[in-house]
């Protein structure tokens, strides 16, 4: 069975200057259902509204909706966003608490601990069937929580900025994007 549910994380790195900004996002996706299918991808994006500064992010993504992961190639996205990041990117975090209670106290938590990025980077590149089992049933049980589609016509995302240092800027844009699928791990049984 293909939950079509997949996670990971990326990062960002832009700027905004005056009216024009820019980001470019790099993730590392790995299926719900077994940790040996990945893909990774990047986002090239255009921003357009006031705003000023530039820095490097970290977030956490769920993307549902996904059967395969060529799914998103040339995927585009055009959003509303905002960017509040003095020393953090607080903008994103306050984004991503407003979906859910629950991940609220995780962020919140790791943010106390400053021990979150580091860990999940580390988990995120250790994955072993036996560690996989617990991550699964956590995301699945975050998925449910948070009622995202699962079953939508086309693929799903949610993203929720990690707060890291060196970020500076202050900006509201409209954001387009395309997302480019550049590797696929799907090993066949």
Do not use: C
């Not at 998103?72 to 509303?80: C, D, F, P």
Request: charged share 15%; glycine share 12%.
């Amino acid at each position: 069975m293909n939950s079509g549910i997949w996670f990971g994380f990326a990062v960002d790195v832009g700027g905004h200057l005056g009216i024009w900004g820019t980001n470019t996002m790099y993730a590392n996706f790995y299926s719900l259902d077994s940790y040996q299918k990945s893909f990774t991808v990047q986002s090239e994006r255009t921003r357009w509204g006031p705003g000023l500064g530039g820095g490097i992010g970290l977030n956490f993504y769920i993307v549902t909706s996904l059967q395969d992961p060529m799914g998103v190639q040339a995927m585009e996205t055009e959003t509303w966003d905002f960017q509040l990041a003095i020393g953090a990117k607080w903008g994103a975090v306050i984004k991503g608490l407003s979906k859910s209670r629950k991940l609220a106290q995780v962020v919140k938590h790791a943010s106390e601990t400053k021990g979150l990025t580091k860990a999940a980077l580390k988990l995120m590149t250790r994955l072993e069937p036996g560690d996989y089992v617990d991550i699964s049933k956590r995301l699945r049980e975050m998925v449910q929580s948070m009622d995202l589609k699962t079953d939508a016509a086309t693929p799903q995302t949610f993203n929720m900025g990690i707060p890291i240092p060196g970020a500076l800027e202050v900006s509201v844009f409209k954001q387009y994007g395309t997302w480019t699928v550049l590797s696929v791990n799907q090993p066949t049984p």
